[in-house]
Structures are given as structure tokens and as C-alpha cells.
Nanobody
Framework: QVQPVESGGGSVQAGGSLRLTCAAAKAPYTTLCMGWFRQTPGKEREGVAFLDHGGTTNYADSVKGRFTISKDNARNILYLQMDNLKPEDTAMYYC????????????????????????WGQGTQVTVSS
């Protein structure tokens, strides 16, 4: 499976916005969930936002009301709109689809467990200054 390619990160001041983009070849197996994760040095990868095949979304409590996940199904591109950014949002952001064994499981089952997702791309860095 081809690694996803994330883009759109950058440096912004608190209160600013960014839109992350994730491009990936469609997995060779059925996937019902896509997600965005983030990671800071020394910490585990954290699930941020998830979108299932039917359009249902779920978010980490820390980003609810500020982040929006969406997908262009025709082009298999995943987006993360991030508004009202805070310094604590600073991290490397990654997108991923489920691993083959978890492909048929909905987000409600596998999210936010990063071990159920992959492969991982290089990520895109988001830095928010106060």
C-alpha cells in the first residue's frame, strides 16, 4: 500500500487557520474509516479526527468545534480544516487509513487506536505561536 502524502502545514499565530491535505492511493482493500493523527516528540501518536464511510465524524475533545474533517471521494483526498488554532495544537500531523485487518471495521471500533492504522507518511508540521 502506498504511503499517504500530507501537506498544508505551516506556522501560524494562535487563532489562525490551516487546511491540511492528504493524498493517497486507494487501498487495495475495503476501508470504512479514515483519520488524522498528530504527534509531538516523546509522546504517542494521538487520534484527532475520523471520518467513516457513511460520513459520520468524530473528534478528540481537544479539537471539537475547531477542526473539521472531510473527504473528496472522487479524488481520494482527505482534508482537515483547523480553525482557532492554539499553541497546544503544535505537532506533526499524519493521515492514515486502517491496516488491512481493520479495513472493514468502522471508526467507532478502531479509532483512535493508531496501531489499527497505517502505513504512515512523512507528516506535515503545524506550529502555532502564542
Amino acid at each position: 500500500q502506498v504511503q499517504p502524502v500530507e501537506s498544508g502545514g505551516g506556522s501560524v499565530q494562535a487563532g489562525g487557520s490551516l487546511r491540511l491535505t492528504c493524498a493517497a492511493a486507494k487501498a487495495p482493500y475495503t476501508t470504512l474509516c479514515m483519520g488524522w493523527f498528530r504527534q509531538t516528540p516523546g509522546k504517542e501518536r494521538e487520534g484527532v479526527a475520523f471520518l467513516d464511510h457513511g460520513g459520520t465524524t468524530n473528534y478528540a475533545d481537544s479539537v471539537k468545534g475547531r477542526f473539521t474533517i472531510s473527504k473528496d471521494n472522487a479524488r481520494n483526498i482527505l482534508y482537515l480544516q483547523m480553525d482557532n488554532l492554539k499553541p497546544e495544537d503544535t505537532a506533526m500531523y499524519y493521515c492514515a487509513a486502517p491496516i488491512a485487518e481493520a479495513g472493514l471495521q468502522p471508526c467507532t471500533v478502531i479509532a483512535p487506536n493508531a496501531r489499527r492504522f497505517g502505513p504512515w507518511g512523512q507528516g506535515t508540521q503545524v506550529t502555532v505561536s502564542s
